[in-house]
């Protein structure tokens, strides 16, 4: 498995591949995004490898620009075939590490796909280029219209060069498939909660029953981000967080960006803030409230139809309902497992009644790990 840097869903599915007899590596560009993620990257379980053109000095350029780094594709993809490696998973912001594997490297490559690049990451370069209201003209507008072309051309090479497709969500799949010629075979994985990690304990007591009041959990990223991101919920949380309502977040805030969130957010006496926690420590904590919740603010609206957080499985995992934004997938979700509602036909979150959600092993990356055994076993040979 060959990222840019570590991330939990890379651990979910590698815990999952080894507690079913497979062998599996992970190899590691960059750090770790946030601490919470560090003890995921121990030096027995995730190994360390570099680029000619490295670093975060040179970031821009490896993701974003013509292959700078041919002769590092060809040769690390040589070096794990002598090891004995047999299949190249790649995931990476912008899909370099794919096309570059496929078109320089020698082993079968999966290209795992979060977010499509033409409907994510293309946002975020345009913003790049035009922040501060920048009028693009001369050297800068070609310098944009270069990047978005070699990007685009990186995704179809990712998707209809690739030995196989591993996907969050059948909406990403069948869109990608009505954009691509598509003949490899294909799985969708979603961002559900590694199993081995949930508490085999009672639940605690609710907060609802000590202290009175609905208690909601939101957790992971908030954003306060100017210019507009799916994450700017601020607005959202203060809203929600008003009466008998209580909410506790456990957020991940971009540090250009912490200022502003918790100026925004200290003052609603509503909101009680938790530090991040590993995984195994939150599963146990998401007992103590009623509900989870799941905002998404209207913004890259093309992508938030496609994708499916992996928050929601969390709070369904551990028997929380949940409140939701009114995209395609989440309100799918709720549909199919009966376990929550939209904000939008809400009214007042107070006006709320939790109930317990049964457990099922759809919520569990084990349930999905037969399939991308099999579609590994397939090109591998």
């Known amino acids: 498995m060959l990222r840019d840097k570590v991330d939990p869903r890379t651990y979910k599915i590698r815990g999952a591949l080894t507690d079913a007899g497979q ?19 121990s030096a027995a379980d995730t190994h360390a490898y570099r680029f000619y053109y490295d670093g975060r000095a040179y970031e821009f350029v490896l993701r974003h620009l013509e292959l700078p780094n041919a002769a590092s594709y060809a040769r690390f993809s040589m070096r794990l075939a002598r090891e004995g490696f047999r299949v190249l998973h790649c995931n990476s912001v ?20 979060y ?12 913003t790049l280029f035009t922040r501060k209201g920048r009028r ?14 070699n990007v685009l051309r990186w995704e179809r090479v990712a998707h209809q060069q690739a030995a196989g497709l591993v996907y969050t969500s059948r909406h990403m799949l069948d869109y990608a498939r009505s954009e691509y010629s598509i003949s490899c075979p294909s799985v969708v994985i979603p961002n559900a909660v590694y199993g081995k990690l949930l508490p085999h304990e009672a639940d605690p007591d609710k907060l609802s029953l000590i202290e009175g009041g609905l ?35 456990y957020p991940i805030i971009p540090e250009p960006e912490r200022d502003r969130v918790v100026r925004r957010l200290r003052g609603n006496k509503q909101i009680r803030w938790h530090e991040p926690l590993p995984y195994h420590e939150l599963y146990r904590e998401l007992g103590r409230y009623d509900a989870g919740l799941v905002l998404l603010a209207h913004h890259d609206a093309a992508l938030l139809d496609l994708a499916l957080p992996n928050k929601i499985f ?15 997938p989440l309100l799918e979700f709720i549909r199919d497992y009966d376990c929550g509602q939209p904000l939008d036909q809400l009214g007042d979150a ?28 397939s090109i591998g040979r």
Not at 97 to 108: C, D, E, N, V
Not at 115 to 126: A, C, G, H, M, P
Not at 356 to 366: H, K
């Open 350 to 377: 107070a006006s709320f009644h939790p109930h317990r959600v049964p457990f099922r092993e759809e919520f569990t990356i084990e349930h999905y790990i037969p399939e991308l055994i099999s579609l590994y076993d």
């Open 23 to 41: 062998s599996s590596s992970e190899f590691v560009r960059l750090d770790a995004y946030h601490p919470m993620f560090g003890q995921y990257a």
């Open 215 to 249: 208690h909601l959990v939101y957790t992971g990223v908030i954003r306060d981000s100017e210019s507009g991101h799916h994450r700017d919920i601020c607005d959202q949380l203060d809203k929600i967080s008003q009466g008998d309502v209580i909410t506790h977040i």
């Open 314 to 328: 969390e709070y369904v995992a551990a028997g929380l309902p949940v409140l939701v934004s009114p995209y395609k």
């Open 115 to 126: 977010d499509l690049t033409s409907l994510y990451e293309v946002t975020n370069i345009r």
């Open 136 to 149: 693009l003209r001369g050297p800068r507008k070609w310098m944009l219209d270069h990047v978005i072309r």
């Open 94 to 113: 912008t899909e370099h590490l794919s096309a570059g594997m496929i078109r320089w490297g020698r082993l079968p490559v999966v290209t795992e796909v």
